[in-house]
């Protein structure tokens, strides 16, 4: 149980245009959702907190105009990249969070989606 | 600030040996720590969580530790096979921060050699 997944698993883009990323929690309800990036060799970063009917929560420095959230359902939630450049390209990230019977929560995550913009 | 320390570089080890990776943190009090398995592009798996008032927690072949004195947790994997070598996470979840936001170390990147 506890199945995220995401779609496309990579994706490729020219400059300018704009890139969606699907996360889905597959056999669970998910009112809170997370997006990360994460650079080659580094941590993963959180960029915003996406919740289940308002509006996502961005983390200082992510430009929630050029970072779009809608999370629709509960168990879908969706990432565009608008006007992408070269420097967004990076591994993204989604999870969601399984509240189980007993805090704290688990968080099960996807399997990521390449962004690469040329 | 605070600060997720994982040692930056690569463990190798012997296939049957037990793998000892270290997680430090500094300016944090976390209510738990988790442990992540993450393979090469892709998303990181859920291996453990132990929470500060728990000393130590086992699965299988892992055991994870957790001392709130010296701000540290060890993670073990005994009888390490090849199939664990992967990048191991340590993240801290703190529910004041409000949101239950989960930091990240970088990583331990495991290799066991057969």
């Known amino acids: 149980g506890a199945v995220v997944s995401q779609h496309p698993s990579w994706v490729i883009c020219k400059s300018g245009t704009s890139v969606k990323i699907e996360c889905r929690s597959l056999d669970f309800q998910a009112t809170t959702m997370f997006w990360y990036r994460q650079f080659p060799k580094q941590s993963l970063m959180l960029m915003a907190t996406s919740n289940e009917g308002s509006k996502a929560t961005y983390e200082q420095g992510v430009e929630k105009d050029k970072f779009l959230i809608n999370h629709a359902s509960l168990t879908l939630s969706t990432l565009t990249v608008t006007s992408a450049h070269p420097e967004d390209s990076s591994f993204y990230i989604c999870?969601?969070?399984?509240?189980?019977?007993?805090?704290?929560?688990?968080?099960?995550f996807g399997p990521g989606t390449r962004l690469t913009v040329t | 600030s605070q600060k997720i320390e994982q040692n930056s570089e690569a463990l190798n080890i012997q296939e049957g040996k037990t793998a000892t990776l270290t997680c430090n943190y500094t300016n944090y009090s976390p209510a738990y720590l988790q442990w992540y398995r993450q393979d090469p592009g892709r998303g990181p798996v859920f291996l453990l969580l132990?929470?500060?008032?728990?000393k130590e927690k086992r699965k299988e072949r892992l055991k994870v530790t957790f001392d709130t004195t010296l701000k540290q947790s060890l993670f073990h994997i005994t009888a390490s096979q090849p199939a664990d070598s992967a990048t191991y996470l340590c993240?801290?979840?703190?529910?004041?921060?409000?949101?239950?936001?989960?930091?990240f170390g970088a990583g331990t990147r495991l290799f066991v050699k057969a």
């Open positions: 132990i929470r500060e008032n728990e």
């Open positions: 999870s969601a969070r399984l509240q189980a019977r007993n805090y704290p929560y688990e968080q099960y």
């Open positions: 993240a801290l979840d703190n529910p004041n921060t409000g949101g239950f936001k989960t930091i």
